[in-house]
């Protein structure tokens, strides 16, 4: 069912994510989905959380860079799968309702709490300055490898993300 929902949001969209389309992608009657999740925009919540929590590892291997240059490959891996390219799409699109936003925010604070713990163990390692922007750096190589997989369509290696990941450190 989930996969089937963000396959319709990255497909067409949230305007066209309806109850019937999802139902229609999932193989289930649309009555399955009202009495389960009452709209298409609580299913696809529900997916998007689904997906989220399930998505990338928090690496720690010790080096603020392997560790980096880990997620960055992890990310890149997420998003380049069918499924992970859906969540994307959906993440992007700009949604119609003030709750699909307010829980849109609060799924990326919690992404980016999560990622950034390689910096801030870097931090407390020694191998960044106290001053380090975490977020800044967790943007900076989430944004290197989504701009890369997504917009010119180009696959991360690891060579690409260390010298990425070197240039931002």
């Not at 009555?31 to 709209?39: A, P």
């Not at 959380?49 to 990338?56: K, P, V, W």
Request: aromatic share 6%; hydrophobic share 50%.
């Amino acid at each position: 069912m989930f996969d089937a929902a963000l396959a319709v949001v990255g497909e067409e969209g949230w305007a066209s994510a309806s109850v019937e389309r999802i139902a229609e992608a999932s193989g289930v009657h649309k009555t399955t989905i009202y009495r389960r999740w009452g709209s298409a925009e609580d299913v696809i919540l529900e997916a998007l959380i689904d997906h989220g929590s399930r998505g990338i590892p928090v690496p720690d291997t010790g080096d603020v860079r392997s560790d980096l240059v880990a997620l960055g490959l992890a990310i890149g891996a997420v998003i380049a799968d069918p499924v992970g390219r859906a969540v994307a799409a959906a993440a992007v699109a700009e949604p119609q309702s003030a709750r699909i936003r307010k829980l849109a925010d609060g799924f990326w604070s919690e992404r980016f709490a999560d990622a950034g713990l390689v910096v801030r163990r870097g931090i407390d390692r020694g191998e960044l300055p106290p001053s380090t922007d975490v977020d800044q750096i967790v943007e900076q190589v989430a944004a290197a490898v989504w701009f890369r997989v997504m917009v010119r369509r180009m696959p991360i290696t690891r060579a690409w993300l260390t010298e990425t990941v070197a240039s931002l450190t």
